[in-house]
């Protein structure tokens, strides 16, 4: 005998409303779980693509190798830190302090440093083809192997740096003495 379903039929119904809700909003929970703050993060990850790092004071940490291509550093302490061998292509690094920073090998390809203060800073065999150096504090900076080509830099202030070796902004070489 087939017995009729009719007194089980509302919970029924309610049962699979609540399984299909929790299958629809557990990947979203779950997403939001698996993605930590990059900002947060930074320090440790030294990966930080397109962050908003305004500010923020990172003198004297090791953030060699670190990725913030787009990342926004402007007003930002970065004095004596070690950002040898880093990517940040097209960072926003205007006004900050890099005074005595290591950027050894690093990649500035069209960032934006002007009014930054480079002074003592190492940029041997950086990558700075299209930067914008207008206004930056630049004594005692070390250009030596750096790639300046189309960089905008001061050629006075040019004429004073060690630049040995380097691809100056209109594309010769400075052969080394």
Do not use: H
């Amino acid at each position: 005998m087939i017995r009729p379903m009719t007194q089980d039929l509302p919970s029924f119904f309610s049962s699979k409303i609540i399984i299909a809700g929790m299958a629809i909003a557990m990947p979203a929970m779950l997403g939001s779980c698996a993605k930590p703050d990059p900002i947060a993060n930074f320090p440790e990850s030294k990966e930080c693509l397109e962050c908003d790092l305004q500010g923020q004071d990172f003198s004297k940490q090791d953030l060699s190798g670190a990725t913030l291509n787009r990342a926004i550093l402007k007003d930002s302490n970065l004095s004596g830190a070690n950002l040898s061998n880093a990517l940040l292509d097209s960072v926003d690094l205007s006004n900050a302090d890099l005074s005595g920073a290591d950027l050894s090998n690093a990649a500035l390809t069209q960032a934006n440093v002007t009014g930054a203060n480079l002074s003592g800073a190492d940029l041997s065999g950086a990558f700075l083809q299209g930067t914008d150096l207008t206004g930056a504090f630049l004594d005692g900076a070390i250009f030596i192997n750096a790639n300046l080509s189309a960089a905008i830099i001061d050629d006075e202030i040019l004429s004073t740096l060690d630049t040995s070796g380097a691809i100056l902004p209109d594309g010769t070489i400075n052969e080394p003495q």
